[in-house]
């Protein structure tokens, strides 16, 4: 799980993403925003009269990190990139090794029954 604090004006704002890219926005103990993403989302909210969204990208591939933009009332006010640690990529690495092997053996199973008609 990574999870990071933006602290704008008297404002506590929580980005949480879980080993499942469940990503949450918790606005001063209070949930803003809950999606799923694998590859980033746009999170948009109000503090009172104020219009928020956060911006979330992903580099797994890549850097290995996620890159986090706040905007308020459509002006960046903050940016932060978290560095995923092999601990947070676990998870992901033994999802595509699963799914890669029960591939790998239906597509071994097709052309065996194929080649058997």
Do not use: C, W
């Not at 905007?71 to 033994?94: E, H």
């Amino acid at each position: 799980m990574i999870n990071t604090i933006f602290k704008i004006e008297s404002n506590q704002i929580k980005f949480i993403n879980s080993i499942f890219g469940r990503e949450k926005i918790i606005v001063n103990g209070q949930e803003k925003s809950n999606k799923y993403s694998l590859s980033g989302t746009d999170h948009n909210f109000k503090i009172k009269e104020d219009d928020f969204s956060i911006i979330s990208s992903y580099k797994q591939f890549d850097m290995k990190e996620i890159k986090l933009k706040v905007y308020k009332n459509g002006d960046l006010v903050d940016t932060k990139v978290l560095k995923l640690s092999f601990k947070q990529l676990f998870p992901s690495i033994i999802i595509g090794g699963v799914l890669g092997i029960a591939l790998y053996q239906l597509l071994k199973f097709i052309i065996e029954t194929l080649l058997k008609n």
